[in-house]
Structures are given as structure tokens and as C-alpha cells.
């Protein structure tokens, strides 16, 4: 088996953040709360993409300090529970807005 002297470079057009579908990645997830893996996580969207992240957090827990503080890191954004603190609240609350 031959090995290339080089790893060859993608070109221009295949970057994903230029090609056809490329552009934001959207996500939203959910935190109770979380320890450590939210920063984690978080940090791991940044560098599973070359793309921009824009990360939308429902907070379900108790404790805010820590998702806060994360969404302050990463630069995403934090929904709450709402009036009646059910778990689908803070995804329908003000996800769309």
C-alpha cells in the first residue's frame, strides 16, 4: 500500500461553512440542573464545526448558576421553565422568539 507524501487539502468548495447547506448551526438542548458536562458539551459544538453555533438552552433545573454561567461562556442563549415549570415549558416558551 502506497501512502501519500501529503495529506491532501480539500478544496475551497468543499468547506462546509461556503457550501450549499452550510451556514448556522442551530441547536437546542436541555439542562436539570447540570455539572461540568454542559460546559462540555457546549465546548464540543464549537469544535465539531467550522460553522457558527448558535445554542439555545432550556433550563428545567432548580439551580441556574451553572447553566448561566455556560450560556455566558459559549455565548448561548437561556429559556426557563415558565409559570408552571413542566418540562415541555421551557422548550415552548420563548424558543421561537
Do not use: K
Not at 440542573?33 to 469544535?47: I, V, W
Not at 438552552?57 to 426557563?80: F, T
Amino acid at each position: 500500500m502506497t501512502v501519500p507524501e501529503t495529506v491532501p487539502q480539500p478544496a475551497a468548495s468543499d468547506d462546509p461553512a461556503t457550501a450549499p447547506g452550510g451556514g448556522t448551526v442551530r441547536v437546542v438542548t436541555v439542562a436539570y440542573n447540570p455539572g461540568e458536562e454542559l460546559d462540555r458539551f457546549l465546548t464540543s459544538l464549537r469544535t465539531a464545526t467550522r460553522r457558527e453555533v448558535r445554542t439555545v438552552i432550556a433550563d428545567n433545573g432548580e439551580d441556574h448558576d451553572v447553566v448561566e454561567a455556560a450560556a455566558r461562556a459559549h455565548g448561548a442563549r437561556v429559556v426557563g421553565t415558565g409559570p408552571t415549570g413542566a418540562m415541555g415549558a421551557g422548550r415552548t416558551s420563548r424558543l421561537l422568539t
